[in-house]
Structure formats: structure tokens, C-alpha cells
């Protein structure tokens, strides 16, 4: 099975501590976060996080997704089951570099299964201008 991914990794001058900060709030992300709005649940593993994602070009979805592995100022992975032959991933990570209130920070989507990949191939360009979207407004919030 091929797997499609896409990311965007940015530098922000701002410690893994409060880059996390706006990660758990979950119910803030639509101050930063220009997809995805109106999020719930709990960050736990299993834990169910419920959203809004709006990319431009496609409609607007309720989505419903697990946790699959979070570790506080380092990642938050989530996994949607999107039909038979669609997966969907999504991940934020947050890497420290040497130098102090400096890290990079890393968002994107990872698509599988026939469906998935094909998916990811009609809106390759929108997931594209998604992923930086939202990265920068994680670096603008992070570092205000």
C-alpha cells in the first residue's frame, strides 16, 4: 500500500512549552488554525477529538478522529477512518533546537489506501497551501 504525504516544517522562535500550550487548547485552535475550527474531546490516548476542517476548494466537514500518540511538547497524532479504503493521519510536531526559545515546528497529513491516495492526488495543491496555512498562523500565535 502507498502511503501520500504531505508537511510543512517552519521555525518559531518560541520554547516547546508554549507552542504545546496552543496545542492543548483545544478549543482555541480557531484563533491560529485556519482548517480546523470547533475542536473537542480529550488529548489521551484513544481519546476521541471531534472538528470542523474547511481547506479551501473542498466542503466544509464534521470529523471524528482517535488519538494515536501524543507526548506533551513533542506530538499530537490523530488517525480518521475515513471508508474502506481511505485513511487519513494527522500530526503536529514540535523538535527544540539548541538554541534556547527556538524550535521547529512540523504539521501535516499522511493519506493511505487506494481511495486516500487518490484523494491526496486530486488536492495535492490544497493540502499544500493547508499545511502552510496553518503553519504559519502555529508560528504567528506562538511567538506573539
Known amino acids: 500500500m502507498e ?3 504531505i508537511e510543512r516544517r517552519i521555525g518559531v522562535r518560541a520554547t516547546p ?3 504545546w ?3 492543548a487548547d483545544l478549543p482555541g485552535w480557531g484563533r491560529w488554525n485556519p482548517i480546523e475550527s470547533d475542536l473537542g474531546g480529550a488529548i ?3 481519546g476521541e477529538i471531534t472538528l470542523t476542517e474547511r481547506i479551501e476548494g473542498l466542503p466544509d466537514r464534521a470529523a471524528s478522529a482517535r488519538v494515536g500518540d501524543w507526548q506533551p511538547y513533542s506530538q499530537l497524532v490523530w488517525a480518521e477512518k475515513r ?4 485513511n487519513s493521519v494527522r500530526y503536529f510536531e514540535i523538535q527544540p533546537l539548541d538554541e534556547p526559545n527556538a524550535c ?5 497529513f499522511i493519506f493511505s489506501g487506494l481511495r486516500g491516495e487518490m484523494f ?3 488536492n495535492r ?3 499544500r497551501q493547508a499545511v502552510d496555512a496553518v503553519a504559519e498562523g502555529w508560528k504567528a500565535a506562538a511567538e506573539a
Do not use: H, T, Y
Not at 471508508?83 to 481511505?86: I, K, N, Q, Y
Open 44 to 46: 489521551a490516548f484513544g
Open 21 to 23: 500550550e496552543l496545542i
Open 3 to 5: 502511503i501520500a504525504r
Open 17 to 19: 512549552e508554549r507552542i
Open 104 to 108: 521547529i515546528a512540523a504539521n501535516g
Open 83 to 86: 471508508g474502506l479504503w481511505f
Open 120 to 122: 491526496f492526488d486530486r
Open 125 to 127: 495543491a490544497r493540502f
